[in-house]
């Protein structure tokens, strides 16, 4: 898997992502749920930027019928592997990135997690998502904050803040890469908000995570205090980690 992104390389091994896949698929159709107007073994799902295809797999599992894009040749091909070793018929991965998506009301649930930090073009990528659901489907968003001092991908402090310039230099000088691009466009809570404000076919809201337990930290004093702390002050958005929102199409 030579074209990996670099952040990929000294993550959880393959089987520790697997067992959790089945925690994230759930954490998915439970967030989701109280804004879908059918039950999980009904839906359609689009997990748009599947990786490896853990969760997808998981989600076909669960639901009618499961498709995951995504962009990355090796993580394709894992995701393929993947496919042919479940053996699940309603369960399709396609290589294609969001712009080639054409796909019209076709989704109950489109998920994008951990994806739109990847991406260029994000408001031409939520115009694409949102055309592909049906009427009254729900896009379920979860990306990292721009503002959190630590950045996700490589675990650098303060890397998320700086000129691409800089932060590659930063990057190269830690060791732990080279080029920082495919992972820098997290967007703060003022730009995800513009960007969902711009799309006035959906009613988005920020939403914390339906099973704590089921998050990564979620046994963890600070997490729940954190999450608590989020419903009582919806301010702090601002300041957290990751965003959580969910949108249904009008």
């Given at each position: 898997?030579?074209n990996?992104?670099?952040y ?6 393959m ?44 989600l ?30 309603n ?10 998506l ?67 230099w930063?990057l ?6 080279t080029d ?18 711009a ?24 997490y ?21 929102v ?5």
């Amino acid at each position: 898997m030579s074209n990996l992104p670099a952040y990929e390389y000294g993550k959880k091994s393959m089987r520790h992502r697997a067992a959790l896949a089945e925690g994230f698929a759930r954490q998915i159709l439970e967030t989701a749920g109280p804004f879908l107007t059918r039950p999980a073994s009904e839906l359609d799902v689009l997990d748009l930027g599947c990786g490896y295809g853990f969760t997808t797999v998981e989600l076909a599992r669960r639901c009618r019928r499961a498709v995951g894009i995504e962009p990355n040749s090796a993580l394709y091909e894992a995701a393929l592997n993947l496919r042919e070793d479940r053996g699940l018929a309603n369960l399709e991965f396609r290589r294609a990135t969001a712009a080639d998506l054409d796909e019209r009301e076709t989704y109950d649930l489109v998920v994008l997690d951990n994806v739109l930090e990847h991406i260029v073009h994000q408001g031409a990528a939520l115009a694409t998502a949102c055309a592909a659901l049906k009427q009254r489907g729900v896009l379920l968003v979860i990306v990292p904050n721009k503002l959190w001092p630590m950045e996700v991908h490589y675990d650098l402090p303060l890397l998320s803040y700086l000129p691409l310039r800089w932060a590659n230099w930063y990057l190269r000088l830690s060791g732990r890469g080279t080029d920082y691009t495919d992972a820098s466009y997290a967007p703060t809570w003022f730009r995800l908000r513009r960007l969902f404000a711009a799309r006035a076919e959906l009613s988005y809201q920020f939403v914390v995570p339906a099973d704590l337990s089921l998050a990564t930290l979620g046994d963890s004093l600070h997490y729940r205090f954190g999450a608590a702390a989020l419903r009582r002050f919806p301010c702090l958005w601002v300041f957290s980690k990751m965003f959580v929102v969910v949108a249904v199409k009008r």
